[in-house]
């Protein structure tokens, strides 16, 4: 897939090193638990190509189409860990610290929705991340996903006691999105 600005596509061995390196990153991943080792980010390249060849869609590598420069990733990823709302399709991100601040984000979060309520046919999308990551719930709030302060909750992945186990969770659905 294509938007204005960025190509939407699979992952290719050549992504590895750069996602490795942002997977790395303190600030890319303050949100989440830990950095990721170049293993655990192969590994999750890897889950990822599984969910397109299963799904059809998945987390696209992401990069910028006028320098063709990978970026991150933008898409939708089926999340079935136990809370009240899974399973459910999530539309999700995580760029690159040099890509914040562009409205890549957003751009790629569109198409992914498109997607996921057209040829995906999904009647809801959510979305979700710590209390504490407000970059990511503004993209949310733009993209026009709502949060109920009902559906907040304490993400099962995430260990006790951890200041980002307290998730929130947008949704939006297909006639609220188109």
């Known amino acids: 897939m294509e938007t204005e600005r960025l190509v939407m596509r699979r992952w290719r061995e050549a992504d590895r090193e750069p996602f490795a390196a942002l997977n790395a990153d303190p600030e890319v991943m303050r949100h989440f638990p830990a950095p990721l080792t170049r293993q655990q980010s192969d ?4 889950r990822i190509e599984s969910a397109f060849d299963e799904h059809g ?29 899974t399973p459910a399709l999530e539309v999700g ?17 569109r198409a992914a929705l498109d997607h996921g309520f057209g040829a ?26 709502t949060r109920d302060p009902a559906d907040d909750f304490d993400h099962p992945r995430v260990p006790e006691g951890s200041p980002l186990r307290p998730h929130v969770l947008y949704r939006i659905s297909r006639d609220a999105w188109r």
């Open 43 to 46: 590994a999750m390249v890897d």
């Open 120 to 145: 995906a046919g999904q009647a809801e999308i959510v979305s979700m991340t710590a209390v504490t990551n407000l970059r990511s719930r503004r993209v949310m709030e733009r993209l026009g996903l």
């Open 57 to 85: 869609h998945g987390l696209w590598a992401l990069e910028v189409r006028a320098t063709r420069e990978f970026i991150g990733f933008t898409g939708l990823a089926w999340q079935t860990f136990e809370a009240r709302f």
């Open 93 to 109: 991100w995580r760029l690159a610290r040099a890509a914040w601040g562009h409205g890549y984000a957003g751009e790629a979060a």
